[in-house]
């Protein structure tokens, strides 16, 4: 299955990690983006995929990103879809950005 990550800042940002189904194409997708809520990541995110497509939102929470130390943390979770499959979303974030220290977990953590 392939793996993405699309991470448009550097700070502290929501995420959401999503199946996707593109034709006969799957894979998982990371997904943060600078908007105040996880539905309006997902949103964004859909509306970027062809109209044959299919998501299903797994999870989400907040990842700091920090490109001048190399470092990459996600902690909390998702209000709107609970907690992501953290395994899944380490093994996206090692292989997308193998330059980078990776501190993948899930806490209780839901951020308004």
């Not at 929501?14 to 199946?19: P, Q, S, T, V």
């Not at 193998?98 to 806490?107: G, H, I, L, N, S």
């Amino acid at each position: 299955m392939e793996l993405e990550a699309i991470i448009e800042h550097n700070g502290d940002e929501k995420y959401i990690f999503a199946h996707v189904v593109e034709g006969e194409k799957e894979k998982y997708v990371l997904v943060s983006l600078p908007y105040d809520y996880h539905d309006s990541i997902a949103r964004a995110f859909v509306g970027s995929l062809s109209h044959n497509s299919h998501m299903e939102v797994l999870g989400g929470g907040i990842l700091t990103m920090n490109h001048q130390n190399k470092t990459i943390k996600t902690y909390g979770t998702s209000g709107s879809f609970g907690n992501p499959p953290i395994n899944l979303v380490r093994d996206v974030l090692e292989e997308k950005f193998p330059d980078y220290a990776v501190d993948a977990r899930v806490t209780g953590y839901i951020r308004g």
